[in-house]
Nanobody, 124 residues
Framework: LQLVESGGGLVQPGGSLRLSCTAS????????IGWFRQAPGKEREGLVC????????IFGDSVGLRVDISRDNAKHVVYFYADRLNPGDSAIYYC??????????????????WGQGIQVTVSS
């Protein structure tokens, strides 16, 4: 079972970001998916999560960033969007899958599988 993030890299300050999450070894369609990030020296934090059927979106507890999430179950992919990024948003961004779903968008016992993470660096 593997989750794979793509679309990271260097982003200009004030710019936008779109990340994709795909899966191998299992069907992404059966899982709620969340996006998280972890900056150096900081705890991993939840950004935004979406239910398996795409009808429910839950935002992280203290996201100082404008974010959104969507999924295309026909293409087996979940997208993460963020804009107006600043250097403080530089981090490793992760997608995670939960069979039971996310009551809150937080890293914890609800997560069944983590992606390996992808670096996003906001810099000019």
């Amino acid at each position: 079972l593997q989750l794979v993030e793509s679309g990271g890299g260097l982003v200009q300050p004030g710019g936008s970001l779109r990340l994709s999450c795909t899966a191998s070894g299992f069907s992404l369609d059966d899982y709620a998916i969340g996006w998280f990030r972890q900056a150096p020296g900081k705890e991993r934090e939840g950004l935004v999560c979406i239910s398996a059927n795409g009808r429910t979106t839950i935002f992280g507890d203290s996201v100082g960033l404008r974010v959104d999430i969507s999924r295309d179950n026909a293409k087996h992919v979940v997208y993460f969007y963020a804009d107006r990024l600043n250097p403080g948003d530089s981090a490793i961004y992760y997608c995670a899958a939960s069979r039971s779903g996310f009551k809150w968008c937080r890293p914890g016992s609800a997560v069944d599988e983590w992606g390996q993470g992808i670096q996003v660096t906001v810099s000019s």
